[in-house]
């Protein structure tokens, strides 16, 4: 068979593999996911978590998952807004994250990495949330553990 009849066939397959009902669809759940070409892949968490310092912080963190089947890994870029009286501070970071599960309480969590890329001769900083559910990540120290003080650390999937 030629090349040049090869490229329908081709182009048939691709297009019925991507109106199939098996994988992950992007706003099947009203979430802000989307899924390029059945691959490509966002998330985006947002909420309002407490400062030692300030009003609170406001948290916007987007995922970005590579192209890899189990969407285990990819970049983020994580914008932390400081609230306080006489206005607001924002500090913008982005790096990489991985998926990874099992923590000290719990062999089957799933929870998050995050490392920064480092800023202007200053290590890389790494933070941590647990998957709590598929719309709610929950930040916790580098033990994996919540906070004691049982504060609101939630972001949510923005919607």
Not at 105 to 118: C, F, H, K, T
């Amino acid at each position: 068979m030629k090349t040049y009849q090869l490229f329908p066939i081709a182009a048939a397959a691709l297009f019925m593999a991507a109106c199939s009902g098996s994988g992950h669809k992007g706003d099947s759940k009203g979430h802000d996911s989307v899924f390029k070409d059945g691959r490509d892949r966002y998330e985006e968490y947002t909420g309002l978590l407490p400062a030692a310092d300030s009003e609170g912080i406001e948290y916007t963190l987007r995922l970005e998952y590579d192209h890899d089947d189990d969407f285990n890994e990819g970049d983020f870029k994580m914008r932390q807004v400081y609230i306080d009286q006489t206005g607001s501070t924002v500090y913008d970071s982005k790096g990489d994250f991985e998926v990874l599960t099992g923590t000290p309480d719990n062999a089957s969590q799933r929870y998050l990495r995050l490392v920064s890329e480092p800023a202007k001769g200053a290590p890389a900083d790494t933070t941590y949330f647990l998957v709590t559910s598929d719309s709610v990540l929950t930040m916790v120290g580098p033990d994996l553990k919540r906070s004691a003080s049982g504060l609101n650390y939630d972001l949510k999937l923005k919607k």
